[in-house]
């Protein structure tokens, strides 16, 4: 589309150029106006939608194919003035932060459309949050043997083409190295801090550090493995197949609403690139309206044999919070003990799963372990099965606790459902009993 609108535009000039009067009176037939008015006109046509309705835009912006995007909040105004906001690891750099540390700034610089081969969106006085991205200085990098890119830094681009509008968006393309990149409009009454504050936080609550993988789910049943997340580049593989031949890495950037990859990619037939924010927490692809990425099932989360669930007692219910309570009553009797914390996870020495009751006693914490197998009985429903043995801690402990044995007991009698606050990082578990809603206790990452 930007090569015919340059071919376009430099035909308009050589025309308008000529003089013959057939050749004019065709000319003036198809075009009533030359190419400098139309310049002119889409001047003030585009100067007019970034300044009305109060003038906010969020710019979804990449500086080039090898890191994610990053989201920019702008106030256009009439006097030719700007006001830049973003939140990411680049400004924290740039106001003296160590890298890796997502840091608000803002600052008003100016800006003016203005013509070439087509209208122009220049940011044309430095703006310090902005232009780092255009600055040819080496990249600051946390490793010493990086390559140093003096001469042309992030090769991010500060003047855009504006190739067309519709619907409250603006589509346009780095005038130098010719991304692809929208601009949405946004209410004038947002306030800059809080809503680049709210996309940090979406980028915590869609990938989270440990949650290693996630999953995109494609409408024939078929998944896609997503590794790195939480860089926002993507290392992605067909689940089943060999990751170091088949991986594919994707740019993404994480808006306020959801996540986009840098161009649409298509995977066995399917091609996907922007996704919405879901309710359950997962992503929803606004492109087809089934493809999806969540982790995986919650059964097998909770089952990862790497992870440790420690309970939130205070977040439990019915004979959960029951037995715990009581149990904190018997420790106290029995020598003043506390309970220091409850916790689930893998032994690898047994190949049992283990819950865990830390007791603390004269600054020293004994654990009472009791060992169960699992399995999945659903998507989202578990089921475990207590094997009898149990740790030395466990034996003493059972016989002055009786609460801590029920606990084991309401484990190995039910059958649990799982549910979570978020699909995509399900670093939080409520357990409920499947035969007793009331009875529940929440788990943690």
């Known amino acids: 589309?930007?090569?015919?609108?340059?071919?376009?535009?430099?035909?308009?000039?050589?025309?308008?150029?000529?003089?013959?009067?057939?050749?004019?009176?065709?000319?003036?037939?198809?075009?009533?106006?030359?190419?400098?008015?139309?310049?002119?006109?889409?001047?003030?046509?585009?100067?007019?939608?970034?300044?009305?309705?109060?003038?906010?835009?969020?710019?979804?912006?990449?500086?080039?194919?090898?890191?994610?995007?990053?989201?920019?909040?702008?106030?256009?105004?009439?006097?030719?003035?700007?006001?830049?906001?973003?939140?990411?690891?680049?400004?924290?750099?740039?106001?003296?932060?160590?890298?890796?540390?997502?840091?608000?700034g803002s600052q008003t610089s100016l800006w003016e459309v203005i013509t070439d081969n087509g209208p122009v969106l220049s940011f044309n006085s430095f703006n310090k949050y902005f232009h780092l991205f255009a600055d040819p200085e080496d990249i600051p990098s946390l490793d010493e043997e990086a390559t140093d890119e003096t001469g042309y830094g992030h090769e991010g681009d500060y003047e855009f083409d504006l190739m067309r509008y519709?619907?409250?968006?603006?589509?346009?393309?780095?005038?130098?190295?010719?991304?692809?990149?929208?601009?949405?409009?946004?209410?004038?009454?947002?306030?800059?801090?809080?809503?680049?504050?709210?996309?940090?936080?979406?980028?915590?609550?869609?990938?989270?550090?440990?949650?290693?993988?996630?999953?995109?789910?494609?409408?024939?049943?078929?998944?896609?493995?997503?590794?790195?997340?939480?860089?926002?580049?993507?290392?992605?593989?067909?689940?089943?197949?060999?990751?170091?031949?088949?991986?594919?890495?994707?740019?993404?950037?994480?808006?306020?609403?959801?996540?986009?990859?840098?161009?649409?990619?298509?995977?066995?037939?399917?091609?996907?690139q922007n996704f919405i924010r879901q309710a359950d927490g997962s992503l929803l692809c606004r492109d087809d309206n089934t493809t999806t990425i969540t982790a995986d099932i919650l059964s097998n989360v909770f089952m990862t044999?790497?992870?440790?669930?420690?309970?939130?007692?205070?977040?439990?219910?019915g004979?959960?919070?029951?037995?715990?309570?009581?149990?904190?009553?018997?420790?106290?009797?029995?020598?003043?003990?506390?309970?220091?914390?409850?916790?689930?996870?893998?032994?690898?020495?047994?190949?049992?799963?283990?819950?865990?009751f830390g007791c603390l006693y004269q600054k020293r914490t004994f654990y009472a372990n009791y060992y169960f197998t699992a399995e999945a009985v659903g998507d989202n429903q578990i089921k475990f099965h207590y094997t009898g043995e149990l740790s030395d801690a466990a034996v003493i402990y059972g016989e002055k606790c009786p609460s801590m044995n029920s606990i084991v007991q309401l484990l190995n009698s039910s059958t649990f459902t799982l549910t979570t606050s978020s699909l995509l990082a399900p670093v939080d578990m409520k357990m409920t009993d499947s035969g007793n809603s009331a009875t529940y206790i929440t788990w943690r990452l």
């Open 319 to 356: 004979e959960f919070a029951n037995f715990i309570r009581s149990m904190k009553t018997e420790l106290n009797d029995y020598g003043k003990r506390k309970l220091s914390s409850v916790q689930m996870y893998y032994d690898n020495s047994l190949s049992r799963y283990a819950i865990s």
């Open 1 to 104: 589309m930007k090569k015919f609108l340059n071919i376009s535009l430099l035909s308009l000039v050589v025309l308008s150029s000529l003089t013959l009067g057939s050749c004019k009176n065709e000319i003036d037939e198809i075009f009533d106006e030359d190419a400098v008015a139309r310049l002119d006109k889409a001047k003030a046509e585009f100067t007019e939608i970034l300044t009305s309705n109060g003038g906010k835009w969020q710019m979804e912006y990449y500086a080039n194919a090898n890191e994610p995007g990053y989201v920019y909040l702008m106030t256009f105004r009439t006097d030719g003035s700007v006001t830049i906001s973003g939140k990411n690891e680049w400004i924290g750099y740039v106001e003296g932060e160590s890298l890796k540390v997502p840091t608000f």
């Open 305 to 317: 044999q790497t992870f440790n669930w420690k309970a939130d007692t205070v977040q439990s219910g």
């Open 166 to 272: 519709s619907n409250d968006t603006l589509y346009i393309s780095g005038k130098k190295y010719g991304i692809d990149m929208i601009m949405t409009r946004v209410d004038a009454n947002v306030d800059d801090h809080v809503y680049m504050d709210e996309v940090v936080a979406m980028a915590d609550s869609f990938f989270n550090a440990k949650i290693p993988q996630v999953y995109i789910n494609l409408p024939n049943d078929t998944r896609w493995v997503v590794k790195n997340g939480a860089s926002s580049i993507l290392k992605m593989f067909r689940e089943g197949a060999d990751e170091i031949s088949t991986a594919e890495t994707h740019n993404v950037i994480i808006t306020h609403d959801g996540l986009s990859f840098m161009n649409p990619i298509t995977l066995d037939g399917y091609t996907i």
